[in-house]
């Protein structure tokens, strides 16, 4: 009797650690899934942007490159037609200041989006419910490419009139000029 | 018993194939009586299953740990070290997990079931059985078998799992990406579908291996010499058919 009990004990464990691991994979590993986490503590502030990227929910928010906290839900407001990103700070960053500039940034050439966080000189800091009115959204590396070419036919076509009818169309490289302009476009965004 | 030689190779290999797909028919329907006696079916899963475990979780960890080094080595030529959770969570889920699972199953749980039935078979206790009016397939083969196919899906949960936190030992605590952005990023491209893939690709190599160990000791010579060739067959045949079914099956969920 002894070893048969041991037996089932064991059945039993394995069975349920089992199906633990399969609980686990199927609610806390997919988006979709419920979450059984913990809240975590901070306060929250909110920051309208004209376009997100694919910025995603749990995307950090950093400042000076530092991780200051997370992305905590990001909605559409149908009014003003703008993403608001709700984000939680944690605790210990309490003195950020009211008037911050909040950017949506990439990591690397191609990594993921994360919300940068510039420093203002208010006085007042930022608390839970806050909104951080300056933004700047997510730059799309496509349409940067877009406004170059854009830019760059157009100038073209002024160049010499002729040419106008076909914008797209340009087999010679950017000369240094014109690209050392268009980053002078792209650089007060990032 | 296979006195074939070469030319009867081919012969012999259909033969065999042939008798596996009786016997899995025949097994299919003693599974049903078998579901009748959850004691033995107990006892089998804790063979197969609980007795596993242990290596199981070893191997889940160092492989876990190993894709950690390697996705991060990886992925920072390409200055996204963040996606780290993704690769590991997607390469243990779908690939890595069921098929080193299946793979340590038939080493570990099938070998056993194959020279235990073989020595059965060796020393007439299967005739002996059958003399009893007690049908062996019932009584020995279909819940070896049940157990090998429920105990390998849970066995394949408990890799991924260990495997992942593996990772996340590894690329968080000693390579230091951000464990919010570890875990957010896996969360984000990591779908049910992947779970069920790893699910359906373990429960396959789950009948599949469990089948091959059962049918090989079943069918063994009686001979001490014959027990050897099932188990070692058993390992073989295993092995191959996990990794050919794993790409029939990629294959077909991609």
């Not at chain 1, 997100?52 to 200051?68: C, E, F, N, Q, W």
């Not at chain 1, 997370?70 to 037609?81: G, P």
């Not at chain 2, 990023?185 to 160990?213: H, N, P, W, Y």
Request: aromatic share 8%; proline share 3%; charged share 15%.
């Amino acid at each position: 009797m002894r070893a048969n009990h041991t037996l089932e004990i064991g059945t039993g464990l394995f069975v349920l650690l089992g199906f633990a691991a399969l609980l686990f994979l199927t609610t806390q590993l997919p988006a979709s899934g419920l979450r059984f986490g913990s809240a975590k503590s901070g306060y929250h502030v909110t920051a309208e942007f004209d376009d997100i990227g694919d910025l995603k929910v749990g995307s950090s928010v950093t400042m000076a490159g530092v991780r200051i906290g997370d992305v905590s839900a990001i909605r559409f407001d149908s009014k003003v037609y703008k993403a608001v990103v709700a984000m939680r700070i944690n605790p210990q960053f309490n003195q950020i200041p009211q008037d911050s500039y909040a950017s949506i940034q990439t990591q690397g050439l191609l990594g993921g989006k994360y919300v940068g966080i510039s420093p203002g000189g208010a006085d007042e800091y930022l608390k839970d419910g806050s909104n951080i009115d300056q933004t700047q959204s997510a730059i799309v590396l496509e349409s940067v490419v877009n406004k170059f070419f854009a830019s760059y036919a157009t100038s073209k076509g002024s160049d010499n009139s002729q040419n106008s009818g076909t914008q797209t169309q340009s087999k010679v490289p950017a000369t240094q000029g014109k690209g050392a302009d268009t980053h002078g476009k792209a650089e007060p965004q990032k | 018993m296979s006195h074939a030689g070469g030319n009867g190779f081919l012969l012999e290999g259909v033969r065999r194939l042939g008798s596996g797909a009786i016997f899995f028919i025949q097994l299919l329907v003693a599974c049903v009586p078998a579901c009748g006696r959850p004691r033995l079916l107990a006892h089998q899963i804790y063979n197969a299953g609980a007795r596993s475990l242990i290596i199981i979780m070893l191997a889940g960890l160092f492989v876990g740990m190993v894709l950690g080094l390697q996705g991060f080595d990886l992925l920072q030529r390409f200055g996204s070290e963040e996606s780290l959770g993704i690769a590991a969570a997607l390469g243990l889920l779908r690939e890595l997990a069921p098929v080193i699972t299946a793979l340590l199953f038939a080493g570990r749980a099938g070998t056993a079931l194959t020279s235990e039935i073989g020595l059965m078979r060796a020393t007439d206790q299967l005739t002996a059985m059958e003399i009893m009016a007690v049908d062996p397939m019932r009584y020995v083969a279909a819940p070896r078998f049940l157990g090998g196919v429920i105990a390998m899906p849970l066995l394949t949960a408990v890799f991924s799992v260990i495997g992942l936190f593996g990772a996340q030992l590894i690329g968080v605590q000693l390579m230091g990406v951000d464990r919010g952005v570890f875990w957010s990023q896996t969360q984000g491209s990591v779908g049910l579908r992947d779970v069920t893939e790893g699910m359906v690709k373990s429960l396959v190599f789950g009948i599949t291996c469990s089948l091959i160990a059962v049918h090989e000791g079943y069918y063994a010579a009686p001979t001490a010499e014959g027990v050897a060739l099932a188990t070692t067959r058993t390992v073989v045949a295993s092995s191959v058919l996990t990794l050919l079914l794993d790409y029939v099956l990629t294959a077909e969920f991609l």
